[in-house]
């Protein structure tokens, strides 16, 4: 199985508009309402703001092929463009997914290795995500990658506040 990332260009925005909505409605959509996920999709990945999040300089998109086929992807922000915490040491992993064709392969750490040698060469001394408190498998695997809880703050699904634990993982070269 041959495993090819490649930074996102504005020429994949269409693409990136179309992958993102298919993972996160695979992963969500049977745990909230249509109208809520419809508005979220709608708010998240809409063209524009996609457009502005990859021209922002403080955010990398990266697609990931399995065998020539997009199989996942992976957004991470720096500093400025965290939604959260915005630490400069720090790593925001704000998207990781693998389609749902892909998943049970190993995937999930491939993705995971790219987010680290990604801080690793970027010198963080630490990286972090948002996750919704529902999502376990998620939560499992980001605990068997080192992460820990820290907090949590409040994520709107359409009309729906709910919470997302924040979990992090700390490098102890740093």
Request: net charge neutral; with cysteine; charged share 25%.
């Amino acid at each position: 199985m041959a495993l090819i990332f490649r930074e996102c260009v504005m020429d994949d925005l269409f693409t990136l508009r179309e992958l993102s909505c298919k993972t996160y409605s695979d992963t969500f959509g049977n745990m909230n309402t249509p109208s809520n996920m419809k508005a979220y999709l709608e708010q998240a990945y809409n063209i524009g703001k996609l457009r502005d999040e990859l021209s922002n300089s403080n955010s990398t998109f990266y697609f990931l092929y399995t065998d020539d086929k997009l199989s996942g992807y992976l957004k991470l922000n720096e500093y400025k463009a965290q939604t959260d915490i915005y630490d400069p040491q720090s790593l925001e992993i704000e998207r990781i997914y693998v389609t749902k064709e892909f998943q049970g392969k190993g995937l999930g750490s491939a993705l995971m290795k790219k987010v680290i040698d990604s801080a690793n060469i970027r010198k963080k001394s630490y990286v972090w995500l948002g996750v919704w408190e529902k999502n376990h498998k998620a939560i499992s695997f980001h605990k068997k990658n080192g992460f820990y809880v820290i907090g949590t703050h409040s994520f709107f699904m359409g009309e729906e506040e709910q919470t997302d634990f924040i979990m992090r993982k700390d490098f102890s070269n740093k």
